[in-house]
T-cell receptor, first 113, second 111 residues
């Protein structure tokens, strides 16, 4: 029961570099999400996807790109990393329906120096 | 934009004490969830409430959804150090897919 896995778990990168965080889920859930979590801000939605080839912006999409060519994968790319993107990134998935449970990955700790 | 405000932001208590945390909004939600997050891990669902006025109990935790479905509370009886963590509420609307999260309440229970 692998669930939802993220990679890498820890990453240090330099300002201006492109970084891709990977996310894979084994449940065939329709919805997938990327959140960032910073001290004092809880979880902020970056992008989400309702199905393969459908993506939508969340609260804080600037500087990020996503794709979803397959239902099970939802990579997040930082096109040109900035120090303000230092954060913990959580991928999550859920099925459609009221009160649907959101299942989170273990997080990817990204530091931009 | 639907906002959820949680209070208090931080709470530090002794083992055995009772506590209540709140999740308030000016918007109506079709369902509201509470998640608990331990350090270094992702949030994990505790409960989902969908009916106004609903009360759910999970061992020492009692969750209530407001009659108007705009607010919720989480009450912990006789808190234990294992209850330490970040408690997040999240509101959703029918078939909206995405949820709105509050900023969380960080609870520390000291032995």
């Amino acid at each position: 029961d692998a669930g939802i896995t993220q990679s890498p778990r820890y990453k240090i990168t330099e300002t201006g570099r492109q970084v891709t965080l990977m996310c894979h889920q084994t449940w065939s859930h329709s919805y997938m999400f990327w959140y960032r979590q910073d001290l004092g801000h809880g979880l902020r939605l970056i992008y989400y996807s309702a199905a393969a080839d459908i993506t939508d912006k969340g609260e804080v999409p600037d500087g990020y790109v996503v794709s979803r060519s397959k239902t099970e994968n939802f990579p997040l790319t930082l096109e040109s990393a900035t120090r303000s993107q230092t954060s913990v990134y959580f991928c999550a998935s859920s099925d459609v329906g009221p009160g649907n449970t959101i299942y989170f990955g273990e997080g990817s700790w990204l530091t931009v120096v | 934009t639907q906002l959820l405000e949680q209070s208090p932001q931080f709470l530090s208590i002794q083992e055995g004490e009772n506590l209540t945390v709140y999740c308030n909004s000016s918007s109506v939600f079709s369902s509201l969830q509470w998640y608990r997050q331990e350090p270094g891990e992702g949030p994990v669902l505790l409960v989902t409430v969908v009916t106004g006025g609903e009360v759910k109990k999970l061992k020492r935790l009692t969750f209530q959804f407001g009659d108007a479905r705009k607010d919720s509370s989480l009450h912990i009886t006789a808190a234990q150090p294992g209850d330490t963590g970040l408690y997040l509420c999240a509101g959703a609307n029918t078939n909206a897919g995405k949820s709105t999260f509050g900023d969380g309440t960080t609870l520390t229970v000291k032995p």
